[in-house]
């Protein structure tokens, strides 16, 4: 099987799986799993946060900051495509009471500066508080820039408010970020997130551990996010299983996702050149160059259908879903540990063959 449909799918490695086996446990409640705060501290001090706080998912360390940074009743400004507001059920509306304000993208993946600025509500009786403006980093593979990041910043603290990054993914970033200057994806990613409030950082998905994420800020900021995880039912008590995971993670495989977007661009030239080769599929599929760890195919409607039952009969797993701008099928092939240059040979055979 070549498992394309994301980097959620990776199983931990055999070293990965002896460190959660040796790893000193405690009750995480009590604040005494040693691996736990081993993990959170390592964190904190990579990124430049004073304190971090682990949880079971991106999804909740994402609410949990929607939680801590805003009241029953304010505004988090989101993108149309962000996780935070598209895609985690609603949860800052349904659980925190805060009213999401979406905008719309442009075609890097930014939100139009502009666009910001001019939706922050007055303070009036009228209008729900804008308190938080949310980023995401990367977003749909794509590297937002650190001048961008700086310039949203820049944006919040003239108007008082206040700033999260769902970076899940912020060690994509990073990496690609390094690749291309040639420097340091450490010193990157410290940069990307430099003076935000928070920053949630995945470490089940490209990084390979099975289970957990960050959420990193201020001590104070931790200290009142820990009350909302409780709340939410993310306290875990030995956790440190998990955590080892986590640690093994952040030590062993942020440098080795440069080798993932080098498989994503090999893909997407290797799907370009087989789509060229076949005449009939001449406009019908669409391939979308990889900056980090994905590649999106626009398929259409002619041939979508039958093109996903093609690959799924020939053991490829994509996920696809509705196009925002054409008919047909937006295809998404994320790159991670668990697929490799034979994965994509095959897929190379397989679309030969269609
Ligand atoms: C950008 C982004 N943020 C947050 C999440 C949520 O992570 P989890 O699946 O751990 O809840 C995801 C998951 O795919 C994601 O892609």
């Known amino acids: 099987m070549s498992d394309f449909r994301s980097d959620t799918v990776t199983r931990p490695t055999a070293a990965m799986k002896q460190a959660m086996f040796d790893a000193p446990l405690g009750d995480d409640v009590f604040g005494d799993d040693p691996t736990v705060n081993r993990l959170q501290d390592m964190a904190a001090e990579m990124l430049g946060f004073e304190a971090a706080l682990f949880a079971p998912s991106g999804t909740q360390t994402n609410l949990i900051a929607l939680m801590t940074h805003c009241q029953r009743g304010d505004e988090a400004i989101v993108g149309q495509q962000w996780h935070t507001y598209r895609w985690e059920a609603g949860g800052m509306a349904v659980l925190g009471s805060i009213q999401p304000q979406p905008l719309a993208h442009q075609p890097d993946g930014t939100i139009a500066l502009d666009d910001i600025e001019s939706t922050i509500k007055p303070d009036d009786q009228h209008f729900a508080r804008t308190r938080l403006i949310v980023m995401e980093n990367t977003t749909g593979g794509k590297v937002l820039p650190i001048a961008y990041m700086q310039a949203v910043r820049e944006l919040a603290r003239r108007h008082g408010l206040r700033t999260h990054i769902d970076g899940a993914r912020l060690f ?3 990496v690609a970020l390094a690749t291309e200057s040639g420097g340091d994806a450490l010193a990157q990613a410290r940069k990307i997130c ?3 409030d928070s ?4 470490l089940s998905k490209g990084l390979g551990a099975p289970v957990g994420s960050l959420l990193l ?11 909302h995880r ?3 039912g993310g306290a ?3 956790a440190g299983m998990l955590a080892a995971a986590g640690i093994h993670a952040l030590q062993h495989h942020v440098e080795r996702l440069a080798q993932d977007h080098a498989h994503a661009a090999l893909l997407a030239d290797t799907l370009t050149k087989a789509v060229a080769s076949r005449p009939r599929l001449a406009g019908q599929i669409v ?4 900056q980090t760890n994905m590649v999106f195919t626009d398929v259409a409607g002619e041939v979508a259908d039958e093109f996903l039952a093609h690959l799924a009969a020939r053991n490829v797993q994509v996920t696809s879903g509705p196009p925002r701008k054409h008919a047909g099928k937006t295809i998404r092939w994320v790159t991670h540990l668990d697929v490799g240059l034979a994965d994509i040979e095959h897929v190379r055979g397989v679309i030969a063959a269609f």
């Open 172 to 174: 994509n970033a990073a």
């Open 194 to 196: 430099a003076s935000y």
């Open 199 to 202: 920053l949630s950082l995945c």
């Open 217 to 227: 800020g201020s001590a104070s900021f931790v200290q009142q996010a820990k009350r």
């Open 230 to 232: 409780k709340m939410l």
């Open 236 to 238: 875990m008590r030995q």
């Open 287 to 290: 391939v979308h160059p990889a």
